[in-house]
């Protein structure tokens, strides 16, 4: 699996958690200080957050960073 496939997963990832647990756009965005609009198009894999930004849209949805990582398959099989 190159990068070009892992993106979209996370992508995909952060808004079925983002779903399950409840929480609008707006309520992601602020917990996690980021715009709407840029959490809508990370989550529409449109652009790619930073490492900061990913890891404060993780904290904001309350997972622990390696729950988030359960079950996507990384590049190189990792």
Do not use: C
Not at 14 to 43: C, F, M, P, W, Y
């Amino acid at each position: 699996m190159t990068d070009a496939e892992l993106l979209p997963k996370v992508a995909k990832k952060i808004r079925l958690i983002r779903v399950r647990k409840n929480l609008t756009l707006q309520d992601v965005s602020r917990q996690a200080n980021i715009s709407k609009g840029l959490l809508s198009k990370i989550e529409n894999s449109r652009t790619v957050p930073s490492l900061p930004v990913f890891l404060s849209i993780v904290n904001s949805l309350q997972v622990p960073l390696t729950d988030f990582f359960e079950g996507l398959e990384l590049p190189n099989g990792k």
